[in-house]
């Protein structure tokens, strides 16, 4: 199936209409992306930072870049100028790091901290001690050209479906829980992006408002 045939299958299983596709195009080449495009997608995910500024000047103004993977802080200034919604906030300095750099491009950046939900040791993201710790610290509050619209979280890579549906759940009851809180005046969640090709349609049952979708789209990857 081509990749607008695809995508037309795709969004016809999902179970809220609401809930944004992000097509995660890494590793794909820009005519797979214009194809994508052309089908209606703006939204694009991509992991590297070399690959997303290669990218970048070869797709229409108005697509949208996330950037999806884990971030080096010594290359959040390659991105910050155009970059529309970084997934994978996994540490404070990081978030420190695309603040400074988001004014020097003079724009503020929308963010998704990255929980860590997975049994693995592998992936990365905060527990709830260091979100708490990060809340509660006075230099939250500094940082004002960065936006936190919401949480990000990778189930285990398992075929076992209550062990994902579970992980998305506790994503999802932490988000209820932080929204019962007064939160810094940076933070104002409303995204939840959980969900991949093997997973989206559990993730979106369990209150996703973003799926990052690559190989159902695109095909594998070698
Ligand atoms: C690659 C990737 C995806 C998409 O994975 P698929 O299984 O191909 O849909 C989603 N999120 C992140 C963070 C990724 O790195």
């Known amino acids: 199936m081509s990749i607008k045939e695809n995508l037309i299958v ?32 703006r939204d694009f995910g991509e992991n590297k930072v070399q690959e997303l500024t290669d990218k970048y ?18 290359k959040v200034k390659y991105i910050a100028p155009f970059v529309h919604l970084i997934h994978g906030v996994d540490s404070f300095k990081l978030l420190k790091e695309i603040n400074k750099q988001a ?7 929308d963010c998704l901290i990255q929980i860590h939900i997975a049994k693995e040791e592998s992936k990365f993201g905060f527990d709830e001690k260091e979100l708490d710790e990060m809340l509660s610290s006075e230099e ?8 936190v619209i ?29 929204n019962t809180n007064k939160l810094p005046a940076n933070f104002d969640l409303k995204e939840i ?8 349609l559990i993730a ?16 594998g990857r070698s």
């Open 103 to 109: 004014k020097k491009a003079e724009r503020t950046i």
């Open 193 to 200: 992006s959980m969900g991949m090709s093997g997973d989206y």
């Open 150 to 178: 919401g949480l990000m979280g990778m189930a285990t890579f398992t075929e076992k479906e209550e062990i994902i549906r579970n992980e998305f759940k506790g994503l999802k009851s932490l988000f209820d829980k932080l």
């Open 204 to 219: 979106q049952e369990e209150g996703s408002t973003m799926v990052r979708i690559g190989s159902a789209i695109f095909g």
């Open 10 to 41: 795709i969004k016809k299983t999902f179970s809220n209409t609401e809930c944004l596709l992000v097509a995660v195009s890494k590793t794909k080449p820009i005519e797979d992306l214009k194809e994508a495009y052309d089908a209606g997608v």
């Open 140 to 147: 939250i509050n500094t940082l004002q050209n960065i936006k």
């Open 57 to 74: 000047p070869q797709m229409p103004e108005d697509t949208r870049w996330h950037m999806i993977g884990h971030l080096q802080r010594n």
